[in-house]
């Protein structure tokens, strides 16, 4: 399995950003994919995750409401579409790969992709 982040960038708080994980070796519409962030000086953090099979999703607090992960079965990508960006949000994003959601918000066992750097300027 191989995962690769992409769709990073230099943004002003407020706006939006949509970030896209290409997947190769498993189904991204039907496998627990997730989405993580580690800011500068800090540990890598949970932020949400899609079932895959039937389609629901969990947010971690600081994002939900603001934040959507979908995925798409003809491009085979899990995406984060990222809303109402604020500076807190700046992070270099990664998608993960387990075989459990429960992994997934453990992070462990987690295939990582390389990641994608967001900025978020005030």
């Known amino acids: 399995v191989q995962l690769q982040a992409s769709g990073g960038g230099l943004v002003q708080a407020g706006d939006s950003l949509r970030l896209s994980c290409a997947v190769s070796g498993r189904s991204a519409s039907n496998s627990p994919m997730g989405w993580f962030r580690q800011a500068p000086g800090k540990e890598r953090e949970f932020v949400g995750y899609?079932?895959?099979?039937?389609?629901?999703?969990i947010y971690a607090d600081s994002v939900k409401g603001r934040f959507t992960i979908s995925s798409d079965s003809a491009k085979n990508t899990v995406d984060l579409q990222m809303n109402q960006l604020k500076p807190e949000d700046t992070a270099i994003y990664y998608c993960?790969?387990?075989?459990?959601?429960?992994?997934?918000?453990?992070?462990?066992?987690?295939?990582w992709g390389q990641g994608t750097l967001v900025t978020v300027s005030s």
């Open positions: 899609t079932t895959g099979t039937n389609g629901i999703t």
């Open positions: 993960g790969a387990a075989w459990s959601t429960l992994r997934l918000i453990r992070m462990t066992d987690v295939i």
